[in-house]
Each structure stands twice: as structure tokens, then as C-alpha cells.
């Protein structure tokens, strides 16, 4: 009883300092231990949330219309409006948590509500290179990894799959980890062999890239950015020129990823994009996993997480060896395609922004 009176005294002067809430109208759960699951909608996450009572609001954003929250004694129920916010207080030990369920636009409303695209001159542009399979640094890696074995001796589109299915395969990916090497295929694989680190979205996508020069296909890696100039998580993967179809294609060494349409097309980039935008068929591969542990849904991939990450797209201008060295004086340039109306204040080697997708996807 006392125990409960102190955890109440002293969650009412933590809200009465921030001036937001009255603990009267807030809804109170108890729970013992830091882990939490929500069902939200049709969607079960279990232990996916921590209770975190410095955070003052702890903030869970949801674009569901019904929200639970469930700790391993209690559980708590919000039929959820969109732009709306709902308050409730967990209670652990001695501890409060002042927790905070806001109903927000879905990552693919925000997509569809970007601005379009726009024919423009490209007089003055940068224009993109492919490094040849002849030089001597990508005739290194193409003897280093034996990708001739890797690749096998299907078509085009057999070995570019089969490399990337090598790289998802054989190293570990841990988008937390900035590796300290050389941004290169041979010193990142030497760092993670050596140290058990495995490497983010970006050195992979590097990675699978020099591979695909070394052999004769033109490719470049692509960041894939949100809106949110404050979200710190993008993702990077590799687009191929095929030339069978005369296309760029979708490859993601990070989830073994790859998009087709309803009729077994292999899609692009750009193209997923505006199937996202006019609810057009896309379907994921089965097979797409997460370093072969968690599988991989179009739900998941593609309606949340990479429609967050399709607002805007950046590529290096030199598609090459080491080309975001990370110790040597080797500087590349960029160009970022935005859609019509969006502006970037705070971010760095952003290059030369385009609105003409016409350009930026360019028959190499």
C-alpha cells in the first residue's frame, strides 16, 4: 500500500513538472518487468517495447485504429483516431512511466503525398560512371571472392542474384556497426572475419556493388531516404542494369530482396516507388529474410519499411573501388533526386539535387 502511495506521489510531481497531464485522467498499469508487447490491429509484437520512465513522454506512433499494450500483469486497450494522442502511466517497482500512443500518418500516406517529378534540362549535370571491370583493382575482387564460380553460368540476371544471394549468405549484417576498414568489398569482408562485427546496409550494398563492376554489369548503390530529415535510419541497396530488359532492378543484399510485378517482371527502384504511390501489385520474393532468421513480408518490407525510406534517393556519381574511402583522399560526388516541393536543410553531401527521374535513372 505504501509502496503504491510513494509510486503515485511521485509520478504526480513528475507530470505536474512537465505541466501536460493530470494524473486523475490518466489510465494507470502495472507490470514488472521492461518488456512489453503490443498488438496492434492485426499485428502481434511480442517484448517489443521497453519501458524507458526517463522519457517523459515515451512515445509509441501507430497509423492502426486499436492499440494494446500488454506487460505481464496488465494490459490496457485505445480505439485510436488519426493525429490524436492517448495518455497512460505504467507502473514498475518504484518507478513510473508516462507513455504516450500517437496516431500519425502511415509511412506510405506520407510516400503518396510526396510532390511528383519533372522534366529538366541536364545541361551542366554530372555525368555517371561505371568503373570497368578491367581495372586492376575490381579484377581483385572478382579473383578474391571467385565470383566466377559464385555467379555460375546462367543469364545475367542468374549471376547477379547468385552473388547476391553470396554476399546475404556469408556475411552477418548489423546495421548498428560502422565498420573500421576501408570502404571496399576486400578489407570490409577481411573486418568482419576478423572481428565478428557485422556490417550495416551500406557496406554491404558497397560491397555487393564492387562485385557486380568487377564483373562486366553496370551498378551502382542507392541511399534510400525518409522525409524526416531527423530519422536517423535509411537503407541502402544496389541497383543493376540488365540488359536482357534493358532495366535497373532492385537488389537488397541486406534482406536477399528483389521486387517483381504481377505478371513475374523484375521491378526497379523507381518503379516500386510509384507502385507504392498508386497501390499497383508488387511481390517479394519468399525466400527475403533478415540474416536468414526473420522472414521478410511485403507488409513489412515494402508498405512500411521502405516506404518510409523511397521519399528521396541519393547515388554516387562514380560508381567504383572504394568509393567513400574512409581513410584515403578519395572524395566522391552525389546526386539526390527529390520530389517537386521538398527542400533539405540540415543534410550533408547531398550533391546535386534533380527533380527529373528520367536522368537520374539513366541508361549507363
Known sequence: MNKTIACLTGLLISLTAFGQNDLSKMKIIQAKSKMVSI?????????????????????????????????????????????????????????????????????????????????????????????????????????????????????????????????????????????????????????????????????????????????????????????????????????????????????????AAYIKDEKGNFLGIEEVRERLINNRPLVLNEDANWNNKNKQTKEEYLMKYMAKNLYWLKVPVSSQFNPESRYRNNVNKYVSLLPIGYSLSNMKDIGTIVYDPEYFWQKP
Open 39 to 255: 498488438r496492434d490491429g492485426n499485428e502481434f509484437k511480442q517484448n517489443w517495447w521497453t519501458i524507458t520512465p526517463s522519457a517523459k513522454p515515451d512515445i509509441y506512433e501507430t497509423s492502426g485504429k486499436r492499440v494494446t499494450f500488454i506487460t505481464d500483469v496488465d494490459s490496457i486497450t485505445f480505439k485510436t483516431e488519426l493525429n490524436k494522442e492517448y495518455n497512460f502511466v505504467i507502473l514498475i517497482g518504484r518507478d513510473s512511466a508516462w507513455t504516450q500512443i500517437k496516431n500519425v500518418p502511415s509511412k506510405l500516406e506520407i510516400l503518396k503525398q510526396a510532390g511528383g517529378y519533372t522534366k529538366t534540362d541536364t545541361v551542366g549535370l554530372p555525368h555517371f560512371y561505371y568503373e570497368t571491370f578491367q581495372n586492376g583493382r575490381l579484377r581483385d575482387v572478382r579473383n578474391y571472392f571467385k565470383l566466377d564460380s559464385i555467379a555460375g553460368n546462367g543469364n545475367q540476371i542468374s549471376k547477379i542474384l547468385n552473388v547476391m544471394y553470396w554476399v546475404h549468405n556469408n556475411v552477418t549484417h548489423d546495421g548498428g556497426n560502422y565498420a573500421l576498414a576501408e570502404f571496399n568489398s576486400i578489407d570490409l569482408y577481411h573486418y568482419y572475419k576478423a572481428t565478428n562485427k557485422g556490417l550495416n546496409c551500406r557496406h554491404l550494398a558497397i560491397s555487393l556493388n564492387e562485385m557486380y563492376l568487377s564483373m562486366g554489369f553496370k551498378s551502382r548503390y542507392v541511399t534510400c531516404m525518409p522525409k524526416d530529415e531527423n530519422d536517423q535510419d535509411c537503407h541502402v541497396i544496389c541497383s543493376v542494369w540488365v540488359d536482357s530488359l534493358q532495366k535497373w532492378i532492385w537488389i537488397d543484399p541486406t534482406f
